[in-house]
Nanobody, 122 residues
Framework: DVQLQASGGGLVQAGGSLRLSCAAS????????VGWFRQAPGKELEAVSC????????YYADSVKGRFTISSDNAKNTAYLQMNSLRPEDTALYYC???????????????WGQGTLVTVSS
């Protein structure tokens, strides 16, 4: 079975850090790009960051540039999202997804994790 397991969310104060993990199984992780998306209450799904499977090129939403870092460890079939200098507006349910193309378009992703909640207090 294909699975993406997102973890690492929690409650943190503004200015703090969290590292989200996305563990994959059931498919050839090396062949897939990984994207992180988030959805805050009452808001639409937003692309946060993605990393390609080939050259490791990355994309970041303007709102997280310089604060978040995406990475991928193919040996562990796991992708990460290091989040620093967190702000209350980063509060959301964070999802990881895997697809053939590293893109901010969620429709391009084939597999999705269940989401992990990040809450940033002011």
């Amino acid at each position: 079975d294909v699975q993406l397991q997102a973890s690492g969310g929690g409650l943190v104060q503004a200015g703090g850090s969290l590292r989200l993990s996305c563990a994959a199984s059931g498919f050839t992780f090396d062949d897939y790009a990984v994207g992180w998306f988030r959805q805050a209450p009452g808001k639409e799904l937003e692309a946060v960051s993605c990393i390609s499977s080939g050259d490791g090129s990355t994309y970041y939403a303007d709102s997280v540039k310089g604060r978040f870092t995406i990475s991928s460890d193919n040996a562990k079939n796991t992708a990460y999202l290091q989040m620093n200098s967190l702000r209350p507006e980063d509060t959301a349910l964070y999802y990881c997804a895997a697809g053939r193309l590293a893109t901010a378009d969620p429709d391009e992703y084939d597999y999705w994790g269940q989401g992990t909640l990040v809450t940033v207090s002011s």
